[in-house]
Nanobody
């Protein structure tokens, strides 16, 4: 059974930091590109950051470049998102995603999300 479980969300003041974790099981974590997405109320889900293999160059959404860092530990089957200099615009539910293609088949797994609220 595939599981992606996010944790680390919460309430933080503007300018603060949080570290999100996504613990995974049930699939070969090391073979999947991994991403963080977020969805704010009334907005579409957007890509925050993507990482393929350790040591590869991650990709970031324009709004988080220079503030967020995605990383992964293939030995622990865990994905991370370090978020610094948070602003109220970062308030959203953050989701962990594992997705890959094998031919025409897409394997696409999501976590349940963790709420991040940035407010004074």
């Amino acid at each position: 059974q595939v599981q992606l479980v996010e944790s680390g969300g919460g309430l933080v003041q503007p300018g603060g930091s949080l570290r999100l974790l996504c613990a995974t099981s049930g699939f070969t974590f090391s073979r999947y590109p991994m991403s963080w997405y977020r969805q704010a109320p009334g907005k579409e889900r957007e890509l925050v950051a993507l990482i393929t293999n350790p040591g590869s160059t991650p990709k970031y959404g324009d709004s988080v470049k220079g503030r967020f860092t995605i990383s992964r530990d293939n030995d622990k089957n865990t994905l991370y998102l370090q978020m610094n200099s948070l602003t109220p615009e970062d308030t959203a539910v953050y989701y962990c995603n594992a997705r890959k293609w094998r031919g025409i088949e897409m394997y696409d797994y999501w976590g349940q999300g963790t709420q991040v609220t940035v407010s004074s």
